[in-house]
């Protein structure tokens, strides 16, 4: 089964400052890794997606995170925070061995960014 | 092209009492879910279908129904409702491979008192 970890309820950084938002994974199998933000009182958008290829993929609002199987990972950065960033962040894998087609979300890393 | 919508957007229930969420998406996707959302636990799997009349259970089914009698509904059914119960939930569609997007509705605010 699969599952995710990450790193970091509460991130704060200043508006400008380098966002990184930390993610783990444990799969048995290839997974399909996916960020998700959520706006207070919104759904959760998709914010990028790793499936095969490439493993930097670039997302919208100038995200991008780098799948590292050697580390299990794939965190999220973005190279300048902007004030409109303040959301919570999902990082999440498709249960790719269970047949559910679900995903499994981490617990969420809240992103607060200071004037 | 409306997307996934959900009904009620808040709910206020008293123990003991059923009620159903509604969900509908219309962009012809195979596959439907149904996630609740408590502080700190991330989005957890309750039910889902990949297409009309095929069910099955998530990872938190119980106290929940669901049927899918078409493409483009799919709601969820509180059989008696409990304050552990109370949560958000989101339903969610996808074409229907892993690799796909899921694409979410605006969620169900539920409180059981």
């Known amino acids: 089964a699969q599952s995710v970890t990450q790193l970091g309820s509460h991130v704060s950084v200043s508006e400008g400052a380098l966002v990184l938002l930390r993610c783990n994974y444990s799969s048995s199998v290839p997974p399909y890794l996916f960020w998700y933000v959520q706006y207070p009182n919104q759904g959760l958008q998709l914010l990028l997606k790793?499936?095969?290829?490439?493993?930097l993929v670039k997302g919208i609002n100038g995200f991008e995170a780098e799948f590292k199987k050697s580390e299990t990972s794939f965190h999220l950065t973005k190279p300048s925070a902007h004030m409109s960033d303040a959301a919570e962040y999902f990082c999440?894998?498709?249960?790719?061995?269970?047949?559910?087609?679900?995903?499994?979300f981490g617990s969420g890393t809240r992103l607060q960014v200071q004037p | 092209n409306a997307g996934v919508t959900q009904t009620p957007k808040f709910q206020v229930l008293k123990t003991g009492q059923s009620m159903t969420l509604q969900c509908a998406q219309d962009?012809?996707?195979?596959?439907m879910s149904w996630y609740r959302q408590d502080p700190g636990m991330g989005l957890r799997l309750i039910h889902y279908s990949v297409g009309a009349g095929i069910t099955d259970q998530g990872e938190v089914p119980n106290g929940y129904n669901v049927s899918r009698s078409t493409t483009e509904d799919f709601p969820l059914r509180l059989l008696s409702a409990a304050p552990s119960q109370t949560s958000v939930y989101f339903c969610a569609s996808s074409p229907g491979t892993v690799q796909e997007t899921q694409y979410f509705g605006p969620g169900t605010r539920l409180l059981v008192l």
């Open positions: 790793y499936t095969t290829g490439a493993t």
């Open positions: 999440a894998v498709s249960e790719v061995d269970t047949g559910r087609r679900a995903l499994t």
């Open positions: 962009m012809n996707h195979e596959y």
